[in-house]
């Protein structure tokens, strides 16, 4: 009606709440909606009531059995000739499932980001693969998580994460330790790892069990027709009261090197979300057990110097592209709350597009490849690019300029660059609060001049911060034998100035 008092409820959504049609009209629907939700409901509908125009608010509804999920209400007005409203058209929408993926996604790239953050300050790289299972295990709620490494063909158990302790296979007192990756295995468990997709064992307690592949086939596992290691395996995750078993591979280069083993009481269900999270913790699980390998073989510069190599990827991949990714998550928030659909639509689509782009370019991470972003295209391209997607629906404007004469530079310090303008960039993004941000090349003959800029809070340089970054930035210009001048005060925004030789390039491209 057009004074918002309802006339007609449909048959389902009486059906849905349990309600009369007598109860419901008028204004007895409120009744079926949460107490903490009513008055910004009502409140809202009131308020395109006087506006005559369409609306939509997110509210909680319940359902005919007490629960309450969340729904999308939208409001649209009926015109008459007179150019007033003659009736309200309603619709409501369930968006609990959406709402409930969005939450998992941001906690997952949470969790996520805060695992680079302690991976790149680690300064023990035999602790690296411990930090990984247990934020495995604390993110998917897991009983316990287990770490094995390829050797040849079988798989050795390398540790296992449960009871919040973390225990070497030496300390692990169960069957070999050891499974076959081919020969006496199952076959389906053998094209599994050959594939490199997950795998699902379920009914681990029962017999028999079901194991599930990545693409969707399955296959049936009794306990009489396991070889002995599995045979052993399932005997003891029963006696551990073990009921699921996620398995993760990891693949440096495409070649299985491990796998990670995930392990559940109860019957799990897993959504997208959480096996695209599995799978960048299974990463980050190889590069940390290349990491632990290569200080256990050699304590001298050279494992220090690849140590943090891997420090640095990790923190300019995931870290700085999953940070775009939450700035957009929270823009689409935003503008969700201000009824913006089409825009915050728009913000998580970009968000999925840099979560992609952080995957691929840490799997190129892993085989130490260029960066993609320099792929096809040379510095100035890149960085304009760059600039302009981690910038796109946020409240900074940024701008790339180019003095001089653009030329071809080496590798290393086109990537150099890039990643320190990503670093500058997403402290702007996540600190400074500012609304400009401008980088700079300018090429001057014998050197090369790169000026990055925002005109946000600024720091104190002399205090200590946390983190990787600006630590990072000083080592990569020092092994371009370069200058960094850091012009920063509270207040005063930020500005770094790196002059880079080039006529000396050759010299530490070689030694880099």
Request: with cysteine; aromatic share 6%; charged share 25%.
């Amino acid at each position: 009606m057009p004074d918002g008092r309802l006339e007609y409820l449909n048959q389902r959504w009486l059906e849905y709440t349990g309600l009369r049609q007598d109860e419901a009209t008028g204004w007895g629907w409120m009744t079926a909606i949460h107490p903490d939700d009513v008055a910004g409901l009502v409140e809202y509908w009131k308020s395109i009531l006087a506006a005559g125009n369409a609306g939509q608010y997110e509210a909680r509804l319940r359902r005919h059995d007490g629960e309450f999920r969340w729904f999308l209400f939208r409001g649209v007005p009926l015109y008459g000739e007179q150019g007033n409203v003659v009736k309200w058209y309603g619709t409501n929408t369930d968006i609990e499932d959406r709402r409930a993926s969005e939450n998992v996604a941001r906690g997952h790239l949470g969790a996520l980001t805060h695992l680079l953050d302690v991976l790149s300050q680690e300064s023990d790289p035999d602790q690296l693969p411990r930090h990984v299972v247990n934020a495995i295990r604390n993110q998917l709620r897991a009983v316990s998580v287990t770490i094995w490494e390829r050797n040849g063909e079988r798989l050795d158990l390398l540790g296992i994460n449960e009871d919040g302790r973390f225990r070497e296979h030496d300390e692990i007192a169960y069957f070999e330790g050891s499974i076959p990756v081919t020969g006496a295995a199952p076959p389906l468990w053998v094209e599994a790892l050959a594939t490199g997709g997950h795998i699902l064992i379920e009914d681990i307690d029962k017999e028999p069990s079901r194991i599930l592949l990545a693409d969707g086939r399955s296959a049936i596992w009794r306990q009489d027709d396991l070889t002995r290691p599995f045979a052993e395996l399932k005997a003891h995750l029963c006696t551990q009261g073990i009921r699921g078993l996620l398995i993760a591979p990891m693949l440096p280069a495409g070649r299985l090197a491990g796998i990670i083993g995930i392990r559940f009481t109860g019957t799990r269900v897993f959504g997208r979300e959480e096996i695209d999270l599995t799978k960048a913790l299974a990463h980050q699980a190889m590069l940390a057990m290349q990491m632990m390998r290569l200080s256990r073989q050699s304590r001298d510069s050279a494992v220090v110097a690849e140590r943090n190599r891997f420090a640095r990827d990790i923190h300019d991949t995931l870290a700085q592209g999953f940070t775009g990714v939450i700035v957009q998550l929270e823009a689409s928030e935003d503008a969700r709350s201000r009824n913006l659909a089409a825009e915050a639509d728009a913000h998580l689509r970009r968000a999925r597009e840099l979560a992609g782009d952080s995957l691929r370019e840490a799997r190129r991470s892993v085989r130490a490849l260029r960066p993609e972003a320099l792929t096809g295209q040379d510095l100035c391209g890149a960085l304009a690019a760059m600039i302009e997607k981690m910038t796109a629906g946020t409240a900074v404007c940024g701008e790339f300029q180019v003095e001089g004469e653009p030329v071809r530079l080496l590798a290393i310090i086109e990537e150099s660059l890039l990643r320190i303008c990503q670093e500058l960039l997403t402290n702007t993004l996540r600190h400074a609060r500012a609304l400009h941000f401008t980088a700079q090349l300018a090429f001057e003959g014998e050197a090369l001049r790169a000026t990055f800029t925002d005109d946000g809070a600024g720091f104190d340089p002399m205090q200590s911060h946390d983190g990787f970054g600006l630590r990072g930035i000083h080592e990569r210009v020092s092994a371009l034998n370069g200058e960094l001048t850091l012009k920063t005060a509270p207040g005063r925004g930020c500005a770094a100035l790196i002059v880079l030789p080039l006529g000396s390039a050759s010299k530490f491209h070689a030694s880099t």
